[in-house]
């Protein structure tokens, strides 16, 4: 059995645990307001950006644009790219293996692939099993902006309109509320022409005479861009957002396997002294007898 000072030191230790992880949350808690917060502010000038792309769509009888679709090409042979999100830190519960478990689902299905890793844990994964990844590719995850968007963006669609890459997906985290998050693919490019004209706008005005200066398909192609800013912008931000929010969840339940061991240690602890003081109480009282014995 442990005596008490050795209780003592494993109590201050985990104590001093619990400071790291309630600070560690803490962090957390506000990186994840703020990346949300600043992707609510964004997210109406993007959804503008998406309705006039919409307009723009059901305008063109004949859309011919390489955004929205470039000419068959068989499937076996097509080039595809995935744009992977994973996180640079751990200790956020599976957050990480869940997206690269979607990635490793998603290429098996092609052979033609290209990886775009961003975060370190991601990076590292794939090297060590020897899949290669694009050594040119090295964006952090912490903090997302909408520059650092538009640079991937950028990037990107270069390799795509240079006919390097026929399809674009991005593999990242959906938070769908603070319990529940899960790993989604979403093709960036070619856009899906229906997935514009679903979208929820004003039908009385849809179909107004509008003048495009300069020409549509020129508004269309400057446009799609940013479009695609939008999307890789929301993403990064949902993969924040994600990570803080599991990095947020397993921090709470290490405070509360901390505060259950200290409940145990301190019953232990008390235990253990109970024991002492009866065994000093036993020793006082046999050392009493023993000087009785000795007068007689």
Avoid at 30 to 47: G, I, Y
Avoid at 143 to 152: D, G, K, M, N, V
Avoid at 215 to 227: G, Y
């Amino acid at each position: 059995m442990p005596n008490a000072k050795a209780i003592q030191n494993r109590i201050s230790s985990i104590q001093d645990t619990m400071k790291i992880t309630n600070a560690m949350y803490m962090i957390s808690s506000s990186k994840m307001q703020k990346a949300r917060k600043t992707l609510e502010e964004a997210l109406p000038f993007f959804e503008e950006q998406q309705m006039a792309v919409a307009k723009m769509v059901e305008t063109l009888d004949d859309l011919t644009s390489r955004f929205f679709g470039k000419e068959e090409i068989p499937e076996e042979e097509k080039k595809r790219g995935f744009f992977v999100v994973t996180a640079d830190k751990g200790m956020a519960g599976a957050y990480t293996h869940n997206v690269l478990k979607l990635a490793e689902e998603a290429m098996a299905e092609s052979e033609n692939n290209r990886l775009f890793v961003m975060g370190e844990l991601g990076r590292q994964y794939f090297t060590q099993r020897g899949i290669p990844i694009e050594e040119n590719f090295h964006y952090t995850v912490d903090s997302p902006t909408l520059h650092r968007a538009r640079q991937i963006q950028e990037y990107l669609v270069d390799l795509y309109l240079q006919d390097e890459l026929d399809e674009i997906y991005i593999i990242y985290t959906y938070m769908k509320n603070s319990f529940s998050m899960e790993p989604r693919k979403f093709c960036l490019l070619p856009l899906e022409k229906e997935s514009f004209l679903e979208k929820n706008v004003n039908h009385e005005t849809y179909h107004d005479i509008v003048t495009f200066t300069p020409s549509l398909r020129e508004l269309l192609d400057h446009m799609v861009p940013s479009v695609v800013s939008g999307y890789i912008y929301g993403a990064l931000v949902e993969s924040f957002a994600s990570e803080q929010n599991s990095r947020m969840m397993s921090m709470q339940n290490a405070t509360d396997n901390a505060k259950q061991m200290m409940h145990d240690l301190g019953i232990e602890y008390n235990r253990v002294r109970q024991a002492a003081i009866t065994q000093e109480i036993t020793e006082v009282i046999a050392g009493a007898k023993a000087q009785k014995g000795k007068k007689r």
